[in-house]
């Protein structure tokens, strides 16, 4: 079974750094790309990034560039997405999702919640 | 790269269809055959339901269908059902190389 798994919900500190995860499952990981996606709460969808594992070739949007870092473990078929110094608007569900072909996303990970609060 | 336009809601009754709308511009929607819709129950990860403008997946519904005219794609669902009631979203593949969502819809079956 094809099947992405993220890592748990955190709770941190303003300033913090964070990283968390997307272990991916039942197929070549380095042959699909990873996406990941913010929902604020209460709102929609809103696109972060992707990463092809199979070399890290990374794109961002614009309004996420330069505010988390996409990165990739082939070697263990996991992805991350990560923070340097939280903020309280990154509060959020994250999830991230394997791209089946230029822009479908066809396996979701179940979500990952991060609380940033002092 | 901003969001693409979709309506804040819909509604329509049990077994009625529904038209959700997704505009954009020639540099997403417009320029290319990459639009994929997604829904969204409260509390759970977004699932595939249309992608390349028209394809559904296995499993989905025929119920849902795809299409595209110029800048703006729509989503149709017939036959409405309750279990139907969802946030749906669509997205588009950019010239930029990245990928953006609409703000999404609610749909409310009455």
């Known amino acids: 079974e094809v099947q992405l798994v993220q890592s748990g919900a955190e709770v941190k500190k303003p300033g913090e750094s964070l990283k968390i995860s997307c272990k991916g499952s039942?197929?070549?990981?380095?042959?699909?790309?990873i996406g990941w996606v913010r929902q604020m709460p209460g709102k929609g969808l809103e696109w972060m990034g992707i990463i092809y594992p199979g070399d890290s070739d990374t794109r961002y949007s614009p309004s996420f560039q330069g505010q988390v870092t996409i990165s990739a473990d082939k070697s263990i078929t996991t992805a991350y997405l990560q923070w340097s110094s939280l903020k309280a608007s990154d509060t959020a569900m994250y999830y991230c999702?394997?791209?089946?072909?230029?822009?479908?996303?066809?396996?979701w990970g179940q979500g990952t919640t991060v609380t940033v609060s002092s | 790269q901003s969001a693409l336009t979709q309506p804040a809601s819909v509604s329509g009754s049990p077994g009625q269809s529904i038209t959700i709308s997704c505009t954009g511009t020639s540099s997403d929607i417009g320029g290319y055959e990459y639009v994929s819709w997604y829904q969204q129950h409260p509390g759970k990860a977004p699932k595939l339901l249309i992608s390349?403008?028209?394809n559904r997946p296995s499993g989905v519904s025929n119920r849902f269908s795809g299409s595209k005219s110029g800048n703006t794609a729509s989503l149709t669902i017939s036959g409405l059902q309750a279990e139907d009631e969802a946030d749906y979203y669509c997205s588009s593949y950019t010239s930029a190389t990245t990928r953006v969502f609409g703000g999404g819809t609610k749909l409310t079956v009455l």
């Open positions: 390349d403008v028209s």
């Open positions: 039942g197929y070549n990981f380095i042959h699909y790309w």
């Open positions: 999702a394997r791209y089946r072909a230029t822009n479908v996303m066809d396996v």
